[in-house]
């Protein structure tokens, strides 16, 4: 697969920026519960607190969008790590083809999980 | 067509840390790699936690949460909140820098010289800064037990 390095950086730059916004959301919900707490904002782990989100569009539509920038910055940052190593071109094929396979098989799974839960 | 000649890369995984002089900021890239490794591993884990474990329903969600909340994870937690933060910040540094922000206007290299460094560091101080406020927020919410 030939795609040009400066297009995966500038893909890498934008998901970076699109994950920081979305996982400051989840991070401050999920963690900041004391805080939150004192103004009368209560979210935590329980399966009915879980539910309540799960059922919301906005949440699926949030963990997933989370998920699919989350795990292209996440495994274009590996490979671009692992290239350092100064691969043979079949190799960095295989690579390539390897974080694409693993991105989309997480992506598979954790799309399915909210989804279905949305109906529940 | 020429075939590209690769450069060996003799220092290795080695050179992450140590090829001589290197500065603050060097030390931040190899913060920020150590942090995104470390982020990713934990999305892997908690992807395993919310997605196979959840849709089992009730019980095994209850059962999974009860493991989890001890002490020992509330501060592998709170670590990678700070793991995060420090991710994020610095990240964000990384891309103003590389889109020209916060460099300074171009200057004739008139002695005493600017270097690149000198003109980034106001930046990377104040990212450092706000890294550290954040994360003092983050324990103080895990301080009182919030988690």
């Given amino acids: ?120 | 067509m020429a075939e590209i000649r690769h450069r060996k890369n003799s220092l290795g995984i080695t050179g992450w840390a140590w090829a001589g002089k290197y500065k603050l900021e060097r030390y931040l890239y190899l913060l920020h790699r150590l942090t995104g490794l470390g982020l990713m591993l934990f999305a892997m884990m908690h992807l395993t936690a919310t997605t196979v474990f959840r849709i089992q329903g009730q019980e095994i969600w209850t059962a999974t949460m009860d493991l989890l909340h001890n002490l020992w994870f509330k501060v592998g937690e709170f670590l990678v909140v700070t793991a995060f933060v420090f991710h994020a910040l610095n990240g964000l540094r990384l891309v103003l820098q590389e889109l020209g922000f916060a460099l300074g206007k171009p200057v004739p290299p008139i002695y005493p010289y600017q270097d690149a460094i000198r003109k980034k560091r106001p930046l990377t101080i104040a990212m450092i800064v706000l890294i550290i406020l954040l994360v003092i927020v983050f324990f103080y919410d895990f301080n009182v037990g919030g988690w």
């Fill in chain 1, 1 to 120: 697969m030939v795609i040009k390095n400066t297009y995966l950086q500038l893909a890498q730059i934008i998901t970076g920026a699109l994950v920081g916004i979305l996982l400051t959301i989840h991070m401050v919900v999920m963690h900041l519960d004391a805080i939150l707490g004192f103004f009368g904002i209560v979210n935590d782990t329980s399966w009915s607190s879980m539910m309540i989100r799960a059922r919301q569009g906005i949440w699926a539509g949030i963990y997933i969008a989370l998920l699919a920038f989350g795990l292209f910055h996440a495994l274009n940052g590996l490979r671009n790590i692992l290239m350092e190593l100064n691969l043979s071109p079949r190799a960095e094929r295989i690579l390539t083809w390897f974080m694409i396979a693993i991105g989309l098989i997480f992506l598979a799974v954790g799309t399915y999980v909210p989804l279905a839960l949305l109906g529940k």
